[in-house]
């Protein structure tokens, strides 16, 4: 059987680096979306707690109605509303629109787009955002950007900061409350030198160990596969499908138990993909199954997915995040 194992000193490493980075465990939201990214949210999410997270991230309400009693704070990213909001959680405003189906007495914070045009509100809606939801009961609490280009060195970046800070300026005058403000997801917060003094940072990736800007980080995740069945391949015989593999001596082979149903890239064998003991796989990887040659009962498949990333020419949040959730995980 599959098995994910997640490594609990690796996600108290990053998370204590996270937090001193950006000024205490009270200042992240720890974004726990699509299942942790993969690692599997069941495990991360108390484990984040117990280290003294409050505040979490997902990216609907099935996700987040799991942890309600976990967490102080709750925001929903990603929800379209229906007017039968949760009162106990946050809700991302991410139209204009969106403000007249919420349930009167809805938490939101505002998305503000400070230039990458994939959801929220411009800066000139914002007066207009506080009094309508002044009409309508809605309450907010906070407001949020995203960046379009934190993990390259581009100007963007700095244009994208200083509107947000307008943002906040505005909005602050316009609002009787203490408002929440973040911005910085996990390269952001590790490219910049310092975090804004009022705001936290709202953190995915970096929690399991990956980020480009800072390399005393840890991996949490490893995934390893069991061996299904063992054979000589011959001399000039070949191996699964396309035969696109062949034995130039007698080699003992396996066959393990992961596939590309298990949420694997599905290899087709035209380039030479390692595994974790850099050893290639054999052949096609199959739905359920992949050969390799015979190294016991075992197989680590990946500890660290970047270099599967560069090779299916995509990024480690992919490669996590598509990771099956029926695979077992056990965290030690
Ligand atoms: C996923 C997501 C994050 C986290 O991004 P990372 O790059 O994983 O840190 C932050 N904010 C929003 C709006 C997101 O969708």
Redesign the pocket.
């Known amino acids: 059987m599959a098995l994910i194992r997640l490594d609990k000193k690796a996600y108290e490493h990053n998370l204590t680096l996270i937090a001193s980075k950006a000024g205490g465990f009270d200042r992240i939201?720890c974004?726990l979306?699509?299942n942790a990214?993969g690692h599997g949210d069941f495990l991360i999410a108390p484990l984040a707690r117990s280290l003294g997270v409050k505040f979490v991230?997902f990216?609907n309400e099935d996700e987040a109605l799991k942890f309600s009693d976990l967490f102080d704070n709750i925001l929903i990213?990603?929800h379209i509303p229906n007017s039968k909001e949760n009162e106990n959680f946050i809700y991302?405003l991410n139209s204009k629109e969106h403000l007249y189906k919420y349930k009167s007495g809805t938490k939101l914070h505002i998305?503000i787009d400070t230039g990458m045009h994939r959801?929220g509100i411009s800066l000139d809606d914002i007066a207009f955002i506080f009094k309508e939801a002044k009409n309508l009961g809605l309450d907010i609490l906070g407001l949020?950007t995203?960046f379009a280009s934190?993990?390259e060195y581009d100007a963007s970046f700095f244009v994208q900061r200083e509107k947000f800070r307008q943002a906040k300026k505005i909005a602050q005058s316009l609002s009787s409350k203490k408002l929440s403000f973040?911005s910085?997801?996990?390269?952001?917060?590790f490219r910049s030198a310092f975090l804004d003094d009022d705001e936290l940072c709202?953190?995915?990736?970096?929690?399991f160990g990956y980020?480009a800007f800072e390399n005393s980080l840890k991996k949490v995740l490893s995934l390893y596969a069991h061996k299904l069945s063992q054979r000589i391949l011959r001399k000039n015989e070949a191996l699964g499908y396309g035969l696109r593999f062949f034995a130039k001596e007698d080699i003992n082979i396996a066959t393990y138990d992961l596939g590309y149903a298990d949420g694997l890239f599905r290899y087709d064998a035209s380039a030479q993909l390692l595994l974790a003991n850099k050893k290639p796989i054999l052949g096609k990887m199959s739905m359920d199954s992949f050969s390799w040659e015979d190294f016991g009962d075992e197989l680590c498949v990946f500890d660290d997915v970047s270099s599967w990333a560069k090779f299916f020419n995509t990024i480690e949040?992919e490669i996590l995040v598509k990771l099956n959730s029926k695979i077992k995980r056990v965290l030690s």
């Open positions: 939201i974004v979306k699509d990214y991230a990216r990213l990603s991302a998305a959801n949020f995203h934190s993990d973040h910085h997801n996990s390269s952001a917060l709202r953190v995915g990736l970096v929690q980020c949040y």
